[in-house]
């Protein structure tokens, strides 16, 4: 009826939509809106490979996770043979399969670094919808306490870590509970003398995840002495080999051998890494 056909028809911008009541059996019945035309791609990328490394640039994400994230991307790369553009549920789902041989911690890790790709891949419109978020993961148990040291084998291994500075590293590491990654960015720039209470003690200004400062006081057993001949912007742990200004840091390998290896000495059987210190 005329009346009918007035209430079935509205506008949705410039779009006439038109209700069943109104159309001649052209349209399917239930059908009331229409969907919104796809945004334009905003990424600027032309390959998968410049999306993500767009998506590892964005300054959020720290060395070691930027590291992981690509590994695992371009692992991803090889389970999608149409590309990120053209991944569906069953190419996530195949590509969750494959990392059952892996550790429930490590799976979830990585497949947390496919839905935050995938989560960029959506919000640049590089790709329409994201096929990773309809993928359960169930999360790993907590096993942080079969990570914790005892304070006696925490001193058993800085006793045992073979040389004055690699006691010295440990020993920051214990007293301060920084990450690797910002136990590594530290430079002398980032350490300065405050007087707190009635005490003056080193503080050292910690560049966290997403970018977020914060200072920390390192008590006098563990305070680091500035070398004579260290610049301003050289790290404050650097690489055995240093020579010319500025100082690279140590390496985070060589970082967990010296725990390792201090372990080893000292009798801890578990597979300690400089993380438990946290």
Same mark, same amino acid.
């Given at each position: 009826?005329?009346?009918?056909?007035?209430?079935?028809?509205?506008?949705?911008?410039?779009?006439?939509?038109?209700?069943?009541?109104?159309?001649?059996?052209?349209?399917?019945?239930?059908?009331?809106?229409?969907? &919104? +035309?796809?945004?334009?791609?905003? %990424?600027?990328?032309?390959?998968?490979?410049?999306?993500?490394?767009?998506?590892?640039?964005?300054?959020?994400?720290?060395?070691?996770?930027?590291?992981? @994230?690509?590994?695992?991307?371009?692992?991803?790369?090889?389970?999608? &043979?149409?590309?990120?553009?053209?991944? $569906?549920?069953?190419?996530? %789902?195949?590509?969750?399969?494959?990392?059952?041989? +892996?550790?429930?911690?490590?799976?979830?890790?990585?497949?947390?670094?496919?839905?935050? +790709?995938? /989560?960029?891949?959506?919000?640049?419109? @590089?790709?329409?919808?994201?096929? *990773?978020?309809?993928? *359960?993961?169930?999360?790993?148990?907590?096993?942080?306490?079969? /990570?914790?040291?005892?304070?006696?084998?925490?001193?058993?291994?800085?006793?045992?870590?073979? $040389?004055?500075?690699?006691?010295?590293?440990?020993?920051?590491?214990?007293?301060?509970?920084?990450?690797? %990654?910002?136990?590594?960015?530290?430079?002398?720039?980032? %350490?300065?003398?405050?007087?707190?209470?009635?005490?003056? +003690?080193?503080?050292?200004?910690?560049?966290?995840?997403?970018?977020?400062?914060?200072?920390?006081?390192?008590?006098?057993?563990?305070?680091?002495?500035?070398?004579?001949?260290?610049?301003?912007?050289?790290?404050?742990? &650097? $690489?055995?080999?240093?020579?010319?200004?500025?100082?690279? &840091?140590?390496?985070?390998?060589?970082?967990?051998?010296?725990?390792?290896?201090?372990? /080893?000495?000292?009798?801890?059987? /578990?597979?300690?890494?400089?993380?438990?210190?946290?």
């Amino acid at each position: 009826s005329d009346v009918d056909h007035v209430r079935d028809r509205r506008l949705v911008g410039e779009i006439e939509i038109v209700g069943p009541g109104c159309a001649p059996g052209g349209l399917i019945d239930g059908v009331d809106a229409l969907l &919104p +035309l796809p945004s334009a791609d905003i %990424s600027g990328a032309s390959t998968d490979e410049q999306l993500i490394s767009l998506w590892l640039s964005q300054g959020t994400l720290s060395e070691h996770t930027v590291r992981l @994230y690509a590994r695992v991307a371009m692992k991803l790369l090889k389970w999608l &043979p149409k590309g990120l553009k053209g991944a $569906t549920v069953l190419d996530i %789902s195949a590509f969750q399969i494959s990392l059952n041989k +892996l550790k429930l911690l490590s799976r979830h890790t990585e497949m947390a670094a496919v839905r935050s +790709l995938f /989560r960029f891949a959506e919000r640049t419109n @590089y790709i329409v919808k994201s096929p *990773a978020h309809v993928r *359960a993961n169930r999360r790993p148990a907590d096993r942080k306490r079969q /990570r914790i040291l005892s304070e006696a084998e925490v001193w058993a291994l800085i006793d045992h870590a073979g $040389t004055q500075r690699n006691a010295m590293m440990l020993a920051f590491l214990y007293a301060t509970g920084v990450r690797i %990654s910002e136990f590594r960015m530290l430079t002398w720039k980032d %350490s300065a003398i405050a007087v707190i209470g009635q005490k003056q +003690l080193q503080v050292v200004t910690v560049i966290g995840k997403r970018g977020i400062l914060r200072d920390v006081p390192v008590p006098d057993w563990a305070a680091v002495d500035k070398p004579a001949n260290a610049c301003e912007d050289d790290a404050m742990f &650097p $690489t055995v080999e240093a020579g010319l200004h500025p100082w690279p &840091p140590i390496s985070e390998s060589a970082l967990r051998w010296i725990v390792r290896e201090a372990a /080893r000495r000292a009798g801890v059987t /578990r597979a300690v890494s400089p993380h438990w210190f946290r």
